[in-house]
C-alpha cells in the first residue's frame, strides 16, 4: 500500500502546485520610481530594484520594440539570434556586438549578468523559474494576437525600463502611421487575400496577420471559410478559398514561383492574374511597433494605385 | 567494480557542475562547489542550474537503468526495457494532450503531472489487460504492452497532426527528452521517489536471481512469484512515470545500461542492480553533458545522445543474440 500512498501524496503535491494563489501586489503608479513593481500578463508581480542597465530579450518582438528606440543600445546586452536576420528583424542593423542567444537558456542569460529579462509564454518554464530563483527579474507575455497586445507590451516595458514616455511615443506613432494607410485606404474596395504560409498554414481571426491584411486593405478569406488562429490546410483547401491574392513568406526560396506553377491552384484567381505576393518574416511575423510600418508594406503591394508605386 | 562506478559518478558529477553553455574556469567552480568562495554569478549557475539539473538527470538515470534491470529480469528477455509497460508512451500521451490543451504554461507541475498521470493509467491498462485469474504471464504483459504502448504513440500522432506549430515543436522536445530548466524543486519532488523506488527494487535482488531459471522453479522454492511480479512492476511503473514525467521520454538507458553492466559485473542481481544503480546515474549524467556540449551553446536533447549510443549497441545485440541461437 505504501507505494499507492506515494503516489497519492505526489498527485496532492502536484495538485497544491498547480493552485498555488499569486500574492496580490498593488501596481507602482509612478514610471520612474525605482524600484518598481509590475504585474505581469501571467499575472507575477516582478520588482525591477533600479533603473534596467543590461537587458536581456528572447523574444523577437521584444528585441524589436528595445533597439527600436525604447532604450539606448548600450543598454541591451543580449536578444535572439533572429535580431540580427534583415530577413527577420526590423532592427537587424542595430544588434552590433549585442549577444545572440541561439536558445533561451537559463546559464547563458545568467552568463550576461542581466537585470531585466523579457520572455514569452512560449519560453520554457523551467527557465523563468531559474532565472527568478536567482533573483533576476523576468517579464513574461503571453498574447501576440493583435494591435492592443503589441500596444500594451510596449507600455509594459516603458514602464519596466524608466522610459515610459518613449514608450507613448512609439505607441502613438504606431497609430499615427495605420491612420495614414486607412485614411488612404477609405474608399478603396477591399482585396480578397490569402496568407498562406510556405509551411502550409493560413491564419484567421484572432491572429496579427489577420489584422495585418485587414488594415492593409484586405479581407482574408480564411475569416469567410471559419478559421480561426491558425492551421494547416492542404492546396485543395487554398484552391476552394478563391482568394483574388495570394500572400507568403520568402524562409523558402521559389515557394511562390512553386505556387504559381502548382496545378491545383491553375484556376485560382490570384495565380491567374499573378497577384503572388511573397514577403520575408520580418513583415509578416511581427508583434511590435514596426506592425504599422509591415501594414504600410502589404498596403502598397495591394494597392499601387492609391499608394504612388 | 562498485568502488569504481562510484569514482566515474563522482567525476561525472563534478563535470556536470563544471562544463556547461557558459564557459567558467573549472577553478571557480570547483571552489563554488565546495563551498570555497567564487564570484556570485558561478556559485549561482553552478549551484542552482546546473547542479540541479546534474541530481535530477543522475537519479532518472539510476531509476531507468535499475528499472530495465528489473524488467529483463522478470520477462526473461534481454530486449526489456521500461518502456515495455507502455509508460513512456503514456507519459508522452499525458504530455502531448497537457501542451494541446495549452495547459503546459499553468503551472511548472501541470505538464509532468499529467504525464505522470498518464504513465500509470497505461501501466495499469496494461497490467490489468495481462492479467487473468490472479496470474499474469509474462508474455501477455509484453505483447500487451508493446500493443497498447503503439496504441499510444499513434494517439500521439493524432494530436500533434491537431496542433499548432509552436505546441508542435514543445511536443518535439518534451518527447525527446531533456534536463534543461530543471530546478531544486524538481529535485525535491522527483528524486526522493526515483531513489525510493529503485532502492526497493534492490532488495529484490534474490527473487529476481532465482526468477531467471524460471516461474515454476521459482514457486518451487517458495517463491511467491505473482506477488513479486506485482510488487516489482508496480515499482519499475512508479520510477519510470516519475523520470519521464520531468524529464520526457529518454530512450535506451534502460536497455543499454544493463547490458553494458552485465558483460562488466555478470548475471547476479546482487551485484547487477547496485552497478545499474550508479552506472546508469553516471551514464545518464555524461549524456546529458554531452547534450549540453556537443553544439554548445545551444543544446541538443539529451534522447538523441542516449538513442544514439543505444540504438546501434540494440542492433548489435539482436545480432549477437540470433547468432546465439543459431541463426
Known amino acids: ?309 | 567494480m562498485l568502488p569504481i562506478l562510484a569514482a566515474v559518478l563522482a567525476v561525472a558529477v563534478w563535470l556536470g557542475a563544471s562544463l556547461g553553455s557558459a564557459p567558467l574556469p573549472l577553478g571557480q567552480t570547483l571552489a563554488a562547489l565546495v563551498g570555497q568562495p567564487a564570484p556570485a554569478l558561478v556559485r549561482d549557475i553552478v549551484w542552482n542550474l546546473r547542479l540541479p539539473r546534474v541530481i535530477v538527470a543522475g537519479a532518472v538515470g539510476t531509476g531507468l537503468a535499475v528499472a530495465g534491470c528489473v524488467l529483463q529480469g522478470l520477462f526473461r528477455n534481454p530486449m526489456a526495457d521500461p518502456g515495455v509497460l507502455g509508460v513512456s508512451a503514456g507519459a508522452g500521451l499525458g504530455a502531448v494532450i497537457a501542451i494541446y490543451a495549452g495547459l503546459g504554461a499553468v503551472s511548472l507541475w501541470t505538464l509532468p503531472g499529467i504525464a505522470f498521470v498518464g504513465a500509470l493509467l497505461t501501466a495499469a491498462t496494461v497490467y490489468g489487460l495481462a492479467t487473468r485469474a490472479g496470474r499474469t504471464p509474462v508474455l501477455t504483459l509484453l505483447l500487451g504492452g508493446i500493443a497498447v504502448g503503439s496504441l499510444m504513440t499513434s494517439a500521439i500522432g493524432l494530436v500533434m497532426i491537431l496542433a499548432q506549430e509552436v505546441q508542435i515543436q514543445t511536443m518535439v522536445l518534451w518527447l525527446m527528452g531533456g534536463f534543461d530548466g530543471e530546478t531544486w524543486q524538481q529535485v525535491g519532488v522527483a528524486v526522493p521517489l526515483v531513489l525510493a523506488g529503485s532502492a526497493a527494487c534492490l532488495l529484490f535482488a534474490r527473487e529476481l536471481n532465482i526468477l531467471a531459471t524460471g516461474e515454476d522453479a521459482a514457486r518451487g522454492v517458495g517463491v511467491p512469484v505473482e506477488w513479486t511480479k506485482r510488487i516489482l512492476l508496480a515499482l519499475c511503473a512508479l520510477v519510470t512515470a516519475v523520470g519521464v514525467s520531468v524529464s520526457g521520454t529518454i530512450g535506451f538507458v534502460g536497455l543499454l545500461v544493463p547490458h553494458m553492466l552485465r558483460l562488466v559485473v555478470g548475471p547476479d542481481h546482487r551485484r547487477l542492480l547496485p552497478a545499474c544503480a550508479i552506472g546508469g546515474a553516471a551514464f545518464l549524467i555524461l549524456a546529458d553533458l554531452g547534450a549540453r556540449l556537443v553544439i554548445r551553446p545551444a543544446e541538443i536533447s539529451v534522447g538523441v545522445i542516449t538513442s544514439f549510443l543505444g540504438v546501434p549497441f540494440f542492433l548489435y545485440l539482436l545480432r549477437r543474440q540470433r547468432a546465439g541461437v543459431g541463426g
Open chain 1, 1 to 309: 500500500m505504501g507505494r499507492f500512498m506515494g503516489v497519492a501524496a505526489i498527485l496532492l503535491l502536484l495538485l497544491t502546485a498547480c493552485g498555488r494563489a499569486q500574492p496580490a501586489v498593488h501596481p507602482n503608479r509612478s514610471a520612474s520610481a525605482f524600484p518598481l513593481t509590475i504585474i505581469d500578463d501571467t499575472g507575477r508581480s516582478v520588482t525591477i530594484p533600479h533603473q534596467p542597465q543590461r537587458i536581456v530579450s528572447v523574444t523577437e518582438g521584444t528585441d524589436e520594440i528595445l533597439l527600436g528606440g525604447l532604450v539606448p543600445r548600450s543598454r541591451v546586452v543580449g536578444v535572439t539570434k533572429y535580431a540580427a536576420d534583415p530577413a527577420e528583424s526590423w532592427v537587424a542593423g542595430d544588434v552590433g556586438s549585442i549577444t545572440q542567444l541561439s536558445t533561451a537558456n537559463a546559464e547563458q542569460i545568467l552568463a550576461l549578468k542581466p537585470d531585466l529579462v523579457f520572455v514569452a509564454s512560449y519560453t520554457t518554464p523551467g527557465v523563468v523559474t531559474q532565472l527568478e530563483g536567482s533573483g533576476v527579474p523576468v517579464i513574461e507575455f503571453t498574447s501576440f494576437s493583435s494591435v492592443a497586445d503589441i500596444q500594451s507590451h510596449i507600455l509594459t516595458m516603458g514602464r519596466a525600463v524608466g522610459n515610459l514616455a518613449g514608450a507613448h511615443a512609439m505607441v502613438a506613432k504606431m497609430n499615427q502611421q495605420l491612420a495614414a494607410v486607412a485614411a488612404k485606404l477609405k474608399g478603396v474596395p477591399p482585396v480578397h487575400l490569402l496568407y498562406y504560409t510556405s509551411d502550409g498554414y493560413v491564419f484567421g481571426k484572432g491572429t496579427t496577420p489577420d489584422q495585418l491584411v485587414t488594415d492593409a486593405g484586405g479581407v482574408n478569406v480564411a475569416d469567410a471559410a471559419g478559421i480561426t488562429s491558425w492551421k494547416q490546410v492542404t492546396l485543395g483547401t487554398v484552391a476552394s478559398l478563391q482568394p483574388d491574392w495570394l500572400l507568403t513568406d520568402t524562409s523558402q526560396p521559389g515557394f511562390a514561383t512553386k505556387l504559381m506553377k502548382n496545378p491545383v491552384l491553375a484556376a485560382v484567381p490570384a495565380v491567374a492574374a499573378h497577384h503572388v505576393l511573397a514577403l520575408p518574416d520580418r513583415d509578416l511575423s511581427v508583434v511590435s511597433q514596426y506592425f504599422a510600418q509591415a501594414v504600410q508594406v502589404v498596403a502598397a503591394d495591394l494597392h499601387p494605385g492609391v499608394f504612388g508605386h
